[in-house]
């Protein structure tokens, strides 16, 4: 998009994270003037740890970047359409997973970070908005995140009248790779498959017999945890980022068929001998020496972590760069509190953005503020902007924080639950496929994927489509 001569009145974003930092981008790319304020280094958070824009705290994985097959991939791919800060400088610092989009976190912040600062139509103001922001800012982004401040959560909840929903977020532990003993780890990604900037071999391995497997899982449940205080108490957790040590309580198995299953791979060192489990490490810079245990958020203390994990086979002897922690996340009944524009019905010169509106994931907080954004600088220029189709990825994840649990929301404020993007949030096919292109019939798993990549196909064709005949108009406007 080209952008338009400044207007007078500025858009003001609360939260340089994800979503904030992709709002501000979108914004500022509008031609509309954006002060982006975050507190820290002023005031920090119990996760952060720099003062960058859109630092990443739990993984360095984008997920899937397959836009054919996979529903966080075909939403890569509508955010590169419509020219995404996030994806760009993702793209720009990605290191070897798989099939997978993972970053070196510290070289994409700082791409980030160095793109808003130079970018003409951003301020960034490094101050603590405490409480809802002065009542002449007429056109506000709030993207504070799930480690929203005291004050400003407080304000929030008394305008709105509505208790927090919150879950526990949890961040696994990053090891340093040469403390890791390859004569019995070894290098291979599930079924061999390459992914973005990877090999085939982009993922550390540690094989576990039964027995290895069965202690390991008992020390799990018997290590010492962190302490809940009182008012998180009966907080549930979001099931797309358990704790280990909770999958673990959940059933003995249950690991084996989640981060430590034992499939599409082969131990080189022993390879007629089957892993009864296999704990895998992911690449978490771009220099390739340190490494996170994957699905290994955890809640433990430092000490048992230390204990449990150095009984992994491999990492008998690891360094650990960091140790997993974890952080209280919270985020609105969206359906009810929210507008299609994600304004907040109660203040509609306030919209919301990011986790805090019940997305979850990195790409899916970032693609929320895109949409912020793109809406914000819409009314900054006096103009309306039509969401995206709901049979975008961008669509469907929009759909269903503002408006996909709206006839379930007499039950209680928790029939509201945060969700990655997946293809469950679609709309159906009109005509599902049923035949290859030999003419020959789908049978069993085929049909599932021709139906996932036609759906995927529609998206961004629909996409294309809104942003010629949508976007493009509001900002002409």
Known sequence: MTPHHSSSQPVHIVGAGLAGSEAAWQVANSGVRVVLHEMRPQRMTEAHRTDGCAELVCSNSFRSDDAANNAVGLLHAEMRRLGSLIMRSADANQVPAGGALAVDRDGFSAAVTKALHEHPNIELSREEVAGLPPADWSNVIVATGPLTSAPLADAIRQLTDES???????????????????????????????????????????????????????????GEKVDFKEWETNTPYFDGCLPVEVMAERGHETLRHGPMKPVGLTNPHN?????????????????????NIVGFQTKLKHGAQQRVFHTIPGLGQAEFARLGGLHRNTFLNSPKLLDAQLRLRAQPRLRFAGQMTGCEGYVESASVGLIAGLCAAADARGASLTPPPATTALGALLGHITGGHIETIEQGPRSFQPMNINFGLFPPLASPPTKKPDGSRLRGNEKTVAKKQAISARALADLDHWIAEHLRVAAAA
């Open 271 to 291: 390879p007629t001998v089957k892993p009864y489990a296999i704990v895998q490490l992911r690449q978490d810079n771009k220099l390739g020496t340190l490494y």
């Open 164 to 222: 927090a929903l919150a879950f526990f977020d949890a961040i696994a532990p990053i090891v340093h790779r040469d403390s890791i003993d390859m004569s019995v780890a070894w290098f291979q990604s599930r079924y061999d498959k390459v992914g973005p900037g990877g090999t085939g071999a982009d993922y550390i391995n540690c094989p576990m017999t039964k027995e290895q497997y069965d202690a390991f899982v008992t020390a799990l449940r018997e």
